[in-house]
């Protein structure tokens, strides 16, 4: 009997870390990631739960029991699709729909489960919202086409950088000195007119908005810790794609 409780804890630990180190992972507030493990925790049994989220690492325990369990959380990245499967089977899983068995199984097959996009179509994706963006912020149709070439020749270089090299905040460096170069390029031999409008379009793909904002979120929450470690992340990513920008200026300009 003794061993079952033990089994039937353990499982709600390891269900319960799971859903909040994806949910972690793909870029979730960290308010909405403590509520959802103490949800599904509450409705396995354990109205008593102790949840602390940080941006690299997950706490959580019963106070009826001595198991604590930590969970590390070494990859971030915004994939929101991810968050919404999670709160969906959560509240399958409270209104018994499923059972705790198979949401572990659920979460366990997220990734298989979730919809993938290919990288082609992110790539496409990427170029087509620089030149919109850059459009909307007023830029001319002069420009419109070269900058939806770099958006996507950068997010190209960002996603292969951090596939094949996974060096933090290399692949945002070496995106915007990419467009930085292309754009003075493209400037120089008249295939566009201005040069601001270009980086500012080919850009947007890169930078860390939903960082920042779930950051300031999570800080007016009261998760200090979690938010600063967010903003300053995102600041990183910032300041990459600013130095890479301002290498080019300074080489070419």
Known sequence: MRTDKQSTIQLILDTCLMAGKIMTESGSEVYRVEDTMN????????KESVSYVTATGLFMGFRSSNYTQLENVTERSINLENVAIVNDLSRKFANKEITLEELNRKLKNITHEAPTYSTFLQILSAGVVSCMLMYIFGGTW?????????????FSVAFFTKEWLNIK????????????????????????????????????????????TNSFRDILAGHLLSGTARATEAIFVAGSIGIGIAIVFKLFM
Do not use: W
């Open 39 to 46: 949800r599904i925790a509450e409705n396995a049994g354990q």
């Open 142 to 154: 002069n420009d419109f086409f070269a900058t939806f070439f770099i958006g996507m020749i950068g």
């Open 169 to 212: 905040f290399l692949d945002d460096f070496l995106a915007a000195f990419s467009i930085g170069f292309l754009a003075y390029l493209a400037v120089k031999f008249h295939v566009a007119e201005n040069i601001d409008n270009i980086i500012i379009g080919a850009v947007m793909p890169l930078v860390p908005g939903v960082a920042i």
